[in-house]
T-cell receptor
């Protein structure tokens, strides 16, 4: 079945450094990918919509200069958390729309990245 | 405002004890309603897509139904491996690419 691969699964970084998270669609082309953030025992909050070849659309309240999104190809989107701080520690999940078998508006999710900023 | 509410927040069942999870929604026109399963530390795993009232879909011990105001995920004779958080989400007509998630139901099935 369709797979969205996300790396790394876990990362620990020092405060003030930047971290890049990759999201790849392995067997389908994804013109649109999405980035979510999830806090413990809470649901997924959409951060931004990433469109191949154009600028990402950020949700209200999400700092675009802190969370840089690049969608350079039909199979790869990256999220870079710049100048990370402990409050950026969270579970980040990407998703892609249009994978076979998920319906016209269905989405396939990556396995998530646990970011810990120390 | 588009909104999804799931109940109960948590549910504990004995193995073989059937039950249902509820997802109530208010949207400005429904394009699709989705059910996902999420295991701890993992991304959501797609289960079902429902598009119109009256539609039903089944997969193993799970059956999803849809009305104009809510959806149910019925779990028949659950097993411990069904333990997970079940998430409901909708795609409204406006901003149709976005998923609006509920807060999920944490299911624990004891042997």
């Amino acid at each position: 079945g369709a797979v969205v691969s996300q790396h790394p699964s876990r990362v620990i970084c020092k405060s003030g450094t930047s971290v890049k998270i990759e999201c790849r669609s392995l067997d389908f082309q994804a013109t649109t990918m999405f980035w979510y953030r999830q806090f413990p025992k809470q649901s997924l909050m959409l951060m931004a919509t990433s469109n191949e070849g154009s600028k990402a659309t950020y949700e209200q309240g999400v700092e675009k200069d802190k969370f840089l999104i690049n969608h350079a190809s039909l199979t790869l989107s990256t999220l870079t958390v710049t100048s990370a701080h402990p409050e950026d520690s969270s579970f980040y999940i990407c998703s892609a729309r249009g994978a076979p078998g998920t319906g016209d508006y269905g989405y396939t999710f990556g396995s998530g990245t646990r970011l810990t900023v120390v | 405002e588009d909104q999804v509410t799931q109940s109960p927040e948590a549910l504990r069942l004995q193995e073989g004890e059937s039950s249902s999870l509820n997802c109530s929604y208010t949207v400005s026109g429904l394009r699709g309603l989705f059910w996902y399963r999420q295991d701890p530390g993992k991304g959501p795993e797609f289960l079902f897509t429902l598009y119109s009232a009256g539609e039903e879909k089944e997969k193993e011990r799970l059956k999803a139904t849809l009305t104009k105001k809510e959806s149910f995920l019925h779990i028949t004779a659950p097993k411990p491996e069904d333990s997970a958080t079940y998430l409901c989400a909708v795609t409204p007509y406006t901003g149709f690419q976005k998923l609006v998630f509920g807060t999920g139901t944490r299911l624990l099935v004891s042997p």
